[in-house]
T-cell receptor, first 112, second 112 residues
């Protein structure tokens, strides 16, 4: 069953805590992306990766970090430097950066 | 910096009506324009992708058009059904195809 999976579905963060959101794909896609969606708004790009061991900042990278050690995986860490992390986080992948992006089901991050 | 706007933010129509959703963008130097559907609390599903050299794309009851010179795209939905109720997002890809800039979406409700 091919696709993109994100876990967990809901994640709670305490003040000063770093949390990591998982994104895995078995579509053999080279490119992967992380977006943030705030209520009633469109998506904003946090980071993207065109290929393994490479990633680039998007529009709102401050307070976030990523790694791309494997083709299938692109985890996103929300650090304590991100002062307003409450949002819906979406991961996507595409064959290359020039192709249609396919999205995972999302992770909702809430602050305790 | 590319800006994408979708008007209206919300739309309610009776079942069976044909409708048009609007998307405008400020920078006409785009690689492609995509339309997505998002159900509440879910990820995005790609509906149509129009390359910059194309004028329109069709899939079933959906037709998307692109006018780069005026910075506009429209999504036409024929014979709307309650199952079409969702948020529709458009996104413009930059000229390198690397980054998508999303509009805020139009929340559509089709009443039986």
């Amino acid at each position: 069953d091919g696709g993109i999976t994100q876990s967990p579905k809901y994640l709670f963060r305490k003040e000063g805590q770093n949390v990591t959101l998982s994104c895995e794909q078995n579509l053999n896609h080279d490119a992967m992306y992380w977006y943030r969606q705030d209520p009633g708004q469109g998506l904003r790009l946090i980071y993207y990766s065109q290929i393994v061991n490479d990633f680039q900042k998007g529009d709102i990278a401050e307070g976030y970090s990523v790694s791309r050690e494997k083709k299938e995986s692109f985890p996103l860490t929300v650090t304590s430097a991100q002062k307003n992390p409450t949002a819906f986080y979406l991961c996507a992948s595409s064959i290359t950066v020039l192709e249609t992006q396919y999205f995972g089901p999302g992770t909702r991050l809430l602050v305790l | 910096k590319q800006e994408v706007t979708q008007i209206p933010a919300a739309l309610s129509v009776p079942e069976g009506e044909n409708l048009v959703l609007n998307c405008s963008f400020t920078d006409s130097a785009i690689y492609n324009l995509q339309w997505f559907r998002q159900d509440p609390g879910k990820g995005l599903t790609s509906l149509l992708l129009i390359q910059s050299s194309q004028r329109e794309q069709t899939s079933g009851r959906l037709n998307a058009s692109l006018d780069k010179s005026s910075g506009r795209s429209t999504l036409y939905i024929a014979a709307s059904q309650p199952g079409d109720s969702a948020t529709y997002l458009c996104a413009a890809a930059d000229n390198a195809g690397n980054m998508l800039t999303f509009g805020g979406g139009t929340r559509l409700m089709v009443k039986p």
